[in-house]
């Protein structure tokens, strides 16, 4: 396999660099933020990329956001995330990109090499890997969601704009948008709080409902 690793400890980056070379798999870049993940990738083509979620310039979710950019720029390019916790929205918004090709596994709990390796060869031929305490943890995480905690943050900010009263088109001048854009969010907000149009609602009355209770 061709692999690019996305992690900001050297110690640990340069460990996965020398075990994957020991099975015989080639490292084509070894970087430690998210940027350079997105670069070596849209330049290399790994068959699979493994990637830290925490990495700068904020050691926040900077590392599963660049894979969430791979993802969308390159559609069901394989991505193997190694951390330390599960993040639950971006993991979330990950297995919504497709599940081909897509793994999640905890460091603590990867205690066999073999089959760590074999892991990463699993995800890079289109399947899926996931720990199963990061299945746990979104299971629970999806039991107890609120409708409002499946928009994404621009969704949140277009509902709001609804909440004042404001039209599509005062929505896009306020977001500086464009009106196609809105129409588009709020059709996705409609969807995700299952909202069915017909004869006897109003789906953006509903909507905004949904965002004051929430």
């Not at 900010?157 to 196609?180: F, I, P």
């Amino acid at each position: 396999m061709r692999v690019v690793i996305a992690e900001d400890a050297v110690l640990f980056r340069e460990g996965l660099v020398q075990l994957l070379g020991q099975f015989g798999h080639e490292v084509v870049a070894a970087v430690g933020d998210g940027p350079s993940l997105v670069e070596a990738v849209d330049r290399l083509r790994p068959d699979v990329s493994v990637v830290d979620v925490r990495m700068p310039p904020g050691y926040a979710e900077e590392g599963l956001r660049a894979a969430l950019d791979v993802r969308e720029r390159h559609p069901g390019a394989a991505v193997v995330v190694l951390s330390q916790y599960v993040a639950h929205r971006r993991a979330t918004e990950l297995l919504e990109s497709g599940t081909a090709g897509i793994g999640y596994l905890l460091k603590d709990r990867v205690g066999d090499v073999t089959e760590f390796v074999d892991s990463l060869r699993r995800v890079a031929e289109g399947g899926t890997v996931m720990d199963p305490e990061v299945v746990s943890t979104l299971l629970r995480r999806k039991k107890n969601q609120q409708p409002l905690d499946r928009l994404t943050p621009r969704e949140r900010e277009v509902l709001g704009q609804l909440a004042q009263g404001r039209t599509n088109a005062g929505a896009a001048r306020v977001l500086s948008v464009s009106d196609a854009a809105i129409a588009k969010h709020v059709n996705s907000i409609f969807a995700k709080l299952g909202l069915e149009q017909t004869p006897d609602d109003h789906r953006r009355v509903l909507a905004v409902l949904a965002y004051l209770q929430g």
